[in-house]
């Protein structure tokens, strides 16, 4: 979000240095990893809006970037969701493609994944590379005059009369930086920096798990995919909702959702969490036939979740805050990078559901 918000800011003529304690393609954070599902499930029209918005963006940035950064593979949402059809109309009056398949025609499709109920397939959907992207963007950002400084710790944020003034610790050696106004996009760190500064809706960090799985059945396609439980025992040990997709050369993702242990981002263990992962391979056993449920990588990533999952963007003084995007932010990137530049210029606002102060979130 960091990258997406210079790269917006630099495209419009501002004077931007970003800061990031660790160095490029880090995995301490939430955006490392070559696979991201741009789901395109939703029904609001704030998020609606967004998607459509986000399509555009991301063209955008292929074309600038002279890289793919969205494999458009499609992404089918299936189970037991209420919402499919508000999903389905709410995507088809914004121009977006979606259309509901039986499950034995969405099991023709892609025989890797067993459906036993209709499914909701949007072509539009695919996978973004968070890997390939980070750098476009910062390259972008860069070539429009940012200075990207990697390797540099923010240690304390102060707001003054006429802006902000950061201490920061750059390889050992204590600099003090101002600016008219700080971007604050710290992810899992976000509370941490800004706890005193800032009244921000609770957000709660956890360490999340998916795993890879080897592929069994190699002529298979595959989706992106969504899976909302039912009831009765058959989905007793689910802990969530489970999302997946393929990795290019690691296999088929599949994970829990928000479910993981709440962590300190600087106190993590980067190991899974024993229970959830033989539930995972359970419900591969179960629902994966295109894979093999014992042969398997973990990964490790934060998640930073508000209580009602919808993100932060706001403006508190010279402050701009970017947080709390609960496992479901990076689709939006572009979007968010847009709508911070937007806060920070004042040339525009951000939807009243991504306020700080919205009631019911602390
Ligand atoms: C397992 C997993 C699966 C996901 N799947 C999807 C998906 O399928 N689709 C989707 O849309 N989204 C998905 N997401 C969510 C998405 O990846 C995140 O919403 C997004 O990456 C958040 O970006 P961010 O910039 O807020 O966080 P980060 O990328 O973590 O950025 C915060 C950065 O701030 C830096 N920082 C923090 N404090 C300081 C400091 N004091 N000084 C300097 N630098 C600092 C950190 O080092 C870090 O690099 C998933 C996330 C995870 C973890």
């Given at each position: 979000?960091?990258?997406?918000a ?5 495209s419009?003529?501002?004077?931007v240095?970003?800061?990031?304690q ?16 741009f789901?395109?499930?939703?029904a ?11 399509v555009?963006?991301w ?11 969205l ?14 059809g ?15 398949l ?7 499709r ?16 695919g996978q ?21 400084r990697?390797?540099?710790t ?17 390889g ?6 101002t600016?008219?106004?700080?971007v ?7 509370a ?5 500064l ?11 798990q998916?795993a ?13 995919f969504?899976?909302?439980?039912g ?10 909702p489970?999302y ?7 296999g088929?993702?599949?994970?829990w ?5 709440v ?7 980067f ?5 959830q992962?033989?539930?995972?391979q ?10 093999d ?5 973990d ?10 999952e919808n993100?932060v ?40 559901i991504?306020s700080?102060?919205?009631?019911g979130?602390?």
């Open positions: 979000m960091g990258s997406a210079a790269w917006a800011l630099a419009r003529g501002r004077d240095t970003l800061l990031e660790f160095s490029p393609g880090h995995r301490n954070g939430a955006s490392h990893g070559t696979t991201r599902n789901n395109p499930g939703y609001g029209p704030d998020y609606v809006a967004m998607l459509a918005e986000a555009r963006l063209d955008e940035l292929e074309a600038d970037g002279g890289e793919r950064l494999a458009r593979t499609g992404v089918v949402n299936h189970g037991t969701d209420p919402h499919l508000d999903i389905r109309n709410a995507l088809r009056g914004a121009g977006l493609r979606a259309e509901f039986t499950a034995a025609d969405a099991a023709e892609w025989r890797g994944i067993r459906f036993d109920q209709e499914v909701l397939y949007m072509p539009d959907g973004l590379n968070p890997d390939a992207a980070l750098p476009v963007l910062q390259r972008l950002a860069a070539g429009r005059g940012a200075d990207i990697h390797r540099v923010v240690l304390d944020v102060a707001v003054a009369d006429d802006g902000v003034r950061l201490t920061v610790d750059a050992g050696r204590t600099e003090v930086l600016a008219r106004q700080a604050v996009t710290a992810g899992a760190w976000t941490k920096l800004l706890g005193g800032a009244s921000l809706p609770r957000l709660t960090v956890t360490q999340e998916p890879h799985f080897a592929i069994r059945d190699e002529g298979a396609l595959w989706p992106g969504n899976h909302v439980p009831q009765g025992p058959e989905f007793a040990d689910w802990y969530s489970v997946g997709m393929q990795t290019p050369g690691e088929i993702k599949a994970g959702h928000g479910v993981g242990p962590v300190d981002p600087d106190r993590r263990s190991t899974p969490e024993p229970a992962m033989a539930a995972l359970r419900y591969a056993r179960t629902w994966l036939p295109g894979v449920a014992d042969s398997l990588t990964v490790s990533c934060t998640y930073t979740t508000t209580v009602d993100f963007l706001d403006r508190i003084g010279p402050l701009v805050i970017g947080a709390g995007f609960s496992g479901q932010g990076f689709k939006f990137t572009p979007v968010v990078g847009r709508i911070l530049a937007d806060l920070a210029t004042g040339e525009g606002t951000a939807p009243a991504f700080a102060s919205r009631p979130v602390r």
